[in-house]
């Protein structure tokens, strides 16, 4: 019989979130794209990313409880 432990991580969370960041004058804006995922041996990430921007960069952030929306600007 086949047991599977899902006490550790619930609905497969992520672990780290991926977002767009760009800069205009002083604000940064943030939209999220994404998200990534620790590999089991703890070597790497696996990265599924909603969007590809062409510009700007990519923060990867742990999720917080209250994540800013979309489009919010934050300093």
Not at 30 to 57: F, M, S
């Amino acid at each position: 019989m086949k047991t599977t432990n899902t006490a550790q991580q619930p609905l497969n969370a992520p672990d780290l979130l991926a977002w767009h960041v760009t800069q205009r004058g002083e604000k940064s804006f943030w939209n999220k794209v994404g998200a990534a995922w620790a590999h089991k041996d703890g070597q790497g990430y696996t990265l599924q990313l909603e969007t590809c921007p062409i510009n700007g960069r990519i923060v990867l952030r742990a999720p917080l409880e209250d994540t800013p929306q979309q489009n919010e600007g934050r300093s």
